[in-house]
């Protein structure tokens, strides 16, 4: 091990590696149920050839590496499940290009949502990326390697079908590039009208190489953002609710949501809608527009508009705090959920079976969905927080979340960043041919099985 | 269970229906056609009085005999299980509201300030106005005036509630109160006595108290020559006989009330809850009609009474040029307390 270390800080420097216990106490676990598995390293590189160094050792001595952003998954996924080197990549933190007429950006693989954001704020105030309500610390190579979602999905899909083009070092170290990138200096394309390779490594929770960079789309940053929140207490309307809206085609972001604190929610579930305009005269006419596409439900009285006015400025806030405040309410740091792509026609079924764990497993709940491409399909989410210091609970939490991945799967959704345990539920769950191939190609970019090993795996 | 004291005699015999002819929402032909709404409406029978009255309040002033025509509506309503807004708003609007013990009690005297279940009502308490009186202060759903579920006809919760709000109150030792919220003191008042609900404290409408400290502080007292014009909120209708201390206090500090068309018994409400009733359009008419009047009326501020009208009207009045203030913002610059702008 002391040999491994001294090449390691031979390609990165001594202040970036450390194999200090203390250290190496965060980069075992994270705020998710999952229990803890040290690594043996951690390197911190800070650039593509720094990480090319540290895959070509790691395949040398057949040490798992597992590639880290924020570590926020919630899902274990940067655990080192068979210890090994973390390689956290946030010290690869430059944004490299921005296009803005072509409104793409060139981040590199630890760039942050934060960053990047005062970033376009600074220098490009009329350009934005669609931004995940997580912490603004999360990297947005891990968030579209991930499929991870933002403010602009229920636009323009997820986050992962945002890409432009990747840089990835693949698991035998090469350095390899993907899409537009791949024959000329533009980052337009992560694939079209090339075979779309970027499938390799998109969703693949970093068992089949590195993100070094990341090619973004970037989309209009409207002057003015506005919000409504449309209530209903008959979750049975809510996909008729959602289609109706989706039809308007001009809504920035949809989500739905119900939970029983504070009080004034109970009983109740909540479509938020977020809109964008330049001027007064956009906003209010769009505004209007939602108002009369939900008319006929506030005239059966089945659903109506809250006041959303003293609320308003924490609503529009990109991203939301209030998100980090539920995860903490019964307080101990814990909290994870479960969040399976899913048919929206489903949601009614979903909200009924968030309530039946709820109950079964005595825990606190909250469910927030996000519509994808335009009401195609949603993230339903089903979240717990808990006491870390509460065995019992963590346990329920445990078992409710599993409940809930198999309910999903038996429902024909998809467990959206599973961790190892869901991961291999959904392999016993996939068509066998599917499996295979999938199994293949795993297997053909990682011959060694060094990256992220205990994920995509069967046994 | 409380009940309505309501003198159906009166409504009965009553040719001028001044509360349905006044009204700004509902038209009727003529008094004849108002009166047989009204004598349905009594007897229990459907009524459009039941799908179109809007919650505003008004009919409560209008009457010249204090025999609460908008209660007697909303009674009907509930007996009859028609929601005005939207069911999830009303459910909502019931479980916001609930006393969960999450109150705040300062070091309470026996004269004490409600700042109902309101918190920017708090820093208004502050200051020389309130001299003494700034712990002296009550907060939470447990001192929270339920009158606001009139506007969803669940007149069960404001019965159920208020007896509650009085005993909380009372257990304190307090024998004055100051509500800082209108509708406060307009349902100790107005809907207490109606229904017959003992206050054993006496209820000090605020702007009383500030007319009051404002005569007391009169050395301090800088005219601050403005132009400004008065949102009276929909709770004002259960206290009519308040309305004038608005100019008065104005009077006293150089501030000149501007005349306009939505004024006094034609005040138009803030529209907030019409929004949850009728949807946008009456609503932003509404709010249009009102804000446009104090505009062309010449008024520099928009001076409000309600927090909520203050909440919900605030950015708009700041489009048409207007400055928002609370009255006791305004008194507060009057003494030097806060600045002008």
């Given amino acids: 091990m002391g040999e491994i270390k001294e090449r390691l800080i031979s390609i990165v420097g001594a202040d970036a590696v450390s194999a200090e216990p203390e250290e190496l106490w965060f980069y075992a676990r994270d705020p998710g149920v999952l229990e803890a598995h040290f690594p043996d390293f951690v390197v911190a590189p800070r650039t593509t050839e720094e990480v090319q160094k540290i895959v070509q050792l790691a395949n040398e001595y057949k040490i798992p590496l597992v590639p880290m952003g924020n570590g926020m998954a919630l899902t274990g996924l940067v655990i080192p499940l068979r210890g090994g080197i973390v390689l956290d990549m946030k010290r690869m933190n430059r944004i490299l290009e921005v296009n803005e007429k072509g409104r793409y950006v060139v981040v590199e693989g630890g760039t942050s949502q934060g960053v990047l954001k005062a970033y376009l704020d600074d220098h490009y105030p009329h350009l934005r990326h669609s931004l995940p309500d997580a912490p603004p610390t999360t990297t947005i190579a891990a968030n579209v390697a991930l499929h991870g979602q933002g403010r602009l999905t229920q636009q323009y899909g997820f986050n992962s079908d945002m890409v432009t083009g990747l840089e990835v070092v693949l698991p035998t170290g090469e350095i390899c590039l993907i899409g537009s990138p791949s024959l000329g200096p533009y980052w337009f394309s992560k694939g079209p009208a090339l075979p779309d390779l970027s499938g390799l490594f998109l969703g693949w929770l970093g068992t089949t190489g590195i993100i070094t960079k990341v090619g973004l789309r970037l989309y209009p940053n409207k002057r003015i953002r506005d919000v409504e929140i449309f209530v209903t207490d008959r979750p049975e309307l809510i996909p008729d609710i959602l289609f109706d809206l989706t039809h308007l085609e001009m809504l920035e972001d949809i989500t739905v949501w119900f939970q029983p604190k504070p009080l004034m929610f109970l009983g109740n579930y909540h479509i938020t809608v977020f809109f964008t305009g330049d001027t007064e005269e956009e906003v209010t006419w769009k505004k209007r527009m939602i108002w009369d596409t939900l008319e006929t439900y506030m005239k059966t009285k089945d659903g109506g508009f809250m006041n959303v006015d003293p609320m308003k400025s924490q609503l529009i806030q990109m991203p939301q705090r209030g998100v980090a405040e539920f995860a903490d309410v019964p307080r101990g740091g814990g909290f994870e959920y479960s969040g399976p792509i899913v048919p929206i026609e489903h949601y009614p079924k979903y909200a009924a079976k968030v309530l039946e764990l709820a109950e079964k497993y005595d825990v606190l709940y909250a469910s927030a969905a996000r519509l994808i491409s335009g009401g195609h399909a949603m993230m339903f989410s089903i979240s717990f927080a808990f006491n870390r210091n509460d065995a019992g609970m963590m346990k329920r939490v445990k078992e409710a979340l599993e409940e809930a991945t198999n309910f999903a799967l038996e429902m024909g959704g998809i467990p959206w960043k599973p961790n190892f345990v869901e991961q291999k539920m959904i392999l016993k769950q996939m068509h066998p041919e599917t499996k295979k191939l999938l199994m293949a190609v795993k297997k053909l970019l990682d011959p060694n099985g060094i990256m992220n090993p205990g994920n995509w795996e069967e046994n | ?341």
């Fill in chain 2, 1 to 341: 269970m409380y009940r309505l004291n309501h003198d159906e005699g009166l409504c009965a015999n009553c040719l001028a229906v001044a509360c349905l002819m006044k009204c700004q929402y509902m038209k009727f032909g003529d008094n004849k056609e108002a009166h047989e709404e009204m004598l349905r409406l009594i007897n229990g029978e459907d009524t459009r009085i039941l799908q179109e009255c809007q919650t505003c309040y008004a009919c409560e002033e209008y009457c010249p005999y204090g025999n609460h025509p908008y209660y007697l509506i909303c009674e009907r309503r509930e007996a009859k299980g028609i929601y005005t807004a939207p069911r999830p708003i009303t459910k909502q609007w019931i479980n916001m509201t609930q006393m969960q013990g999450k109150y705040m009690v300062g070091e309470v005297k026996e004269r004490a300030i409600s700042l109902c279940y309101i918190p920017t009502l708090g820093p208004l308490a502050q200051g020389e106005i309130f001299a003494g009186l700034s712990s002296s202060v009550v907060f939470g759903a447990e001192f929270m005036c339920p009158a606001v579920h009139t506007h969803f006809a669940k007149m069960s919760v404001v019965k159920e509630r208020l007896p509650k709000v009085v005993e909380n109150i009372v257990k304190l030792g307090v024998k004055e109160i100051i509500c800082l919220h209108d509708e406060c003191y307009g349902t100790f008042t107005s809907i207490a006595k109606a229904y017959g609900i003992e206050v054993p404290f006496t209820p000090i409408y605020y702007m009383d108290y500030l007319l009051e400290r404002l005569r007391d502080l009169r050395d301090k007292i800088r005219p601050l020559h403005l132009k400004a014009a008065y949102q009276r909120p929909c709770s004002n209708r259960l206290i009519p006989d308040k309305n004038r201390l608005v100019k008065e206090i104005l009077d006293f500090i150089g501030v000149e009330l501007v005349s306009r068309t939505y004024e006094g018994e034609n005040a138009l409400c803030c529209g907030e809850v019409i929004r949850s009733i009728s949807g946008y359009r009456l609503a932003d008419d509404i709010q249009e009609r009102n804000l446009s009047d104090m505009v062309q009326a010449g008024a520099e501020y928009c001076v409000f009474n309600c927090p909520a009208c203050m909440t919900v009207l605030s950015e708009k009045a700041k489009k048409k040029g207007l400055k928002p203030v609370h009255i006791v913002e305004l008194c507060q610059m009057a003494i030097g307390e806060k600045g002008v702008g």
